[in-house]
């Protein structure tokens, strides 16, 4: 992509370095964290963001197989929210 | 690629990556975590759906742009349904809210235990 898109590449590493910093910073409340919910809350945010580092993964390299990876990472995200939803709650998963 | 083209995916990255740092100080210097949820939920998912778009505009319409695509409603659907499992299970828990005025409406029947 370097090649011949010399405008966008600068923006794209920066939205990755911006990302990467963010997704760093989100890890500041999954182990500060007061309860629990606070925990879940914080790392379905770090999995939003590495959907996002993954999306741009896909711009910064030109393969679009990235786009699918970040697809796959939002289903394994979501499912795993509901399950820790659930055990917090329930106390176990399938009964 | 047109300058015009690559003047609008940096344009859409550079959205997302506002609304991602949005939501990521609002996820640390919220106060509580009905907040941090809200926080998280609306202004994480809005800056992750800009930079699918990025995607899209960059891959056209077929390919990897369509997979976005699916991406950007997939993440519409899911995630104020995570939060709001989240936040649930948070209020059967029993984690207070932030402030003393917030209150839930009151219970209309007794009996219905759910």
């Known amino acids: 992509m370097a090649s011949e898109a010399p405008l966008l590449q600068p923006v794209v590493t920066g939205g990755l370095i911006l990302v990467a910093a963010l997704t760093l910073f989100a890890g500041y409340r999954v182990i500060k964290g007061p309860t629990v919910p606070d925990r879940v809350v914080a790392l379905d945010t770090i999995g939003t963001n590495v959907v996002a580092i993954a999306a741009l993964f896909a711009l910064a390299t030109g393969e679009g197989l990235f786009v699918t990876v970040s697809l796959v990472l939002a289903i394994i995200g979501f499912i795993s929210t509901i399950a820790v939803s659930q055990y917090v709650v329930e106390g176990d998963i399938i009964e | ?114």
């Not at chain 2, 344009?11 to 926080?39: K, S």
């Not at chain 2, 759906?49 to 990025?54: F, H, I």
């Open chain 2, 1 to 114: 690629m047109n300058a015009i083209h690559q003047l609008v995916v940096a344009a859409l990255v550079v959205v997302g990556g506002f609304f991602l740092l949005v939501g990521t100080v609002g996820l640390i210097r919220f106060p509580d975590v009905y907040n941090r949820m809200h926080a998280s939920s609306k202004a994480a998912t809005l800056g992750t759906s800009s930079m699918l778009l990025a995607v899209f505009v960059y891959y056209g319409p077929e390919g990897a742009g369509l997979t976005s695509l699916v991406g950007i409603v997939f993440l519409f659907v899911t995630a104020p349904t995570g939060a709001h499992l989240i936040s649930r299970s948070a209020q059967k828990m029993g984690v207070p809210f932030y402030g003393q005025e917030a209150e839930w409406p009151e219970e209309p029947d007794e009996s219905r235990s759910d």
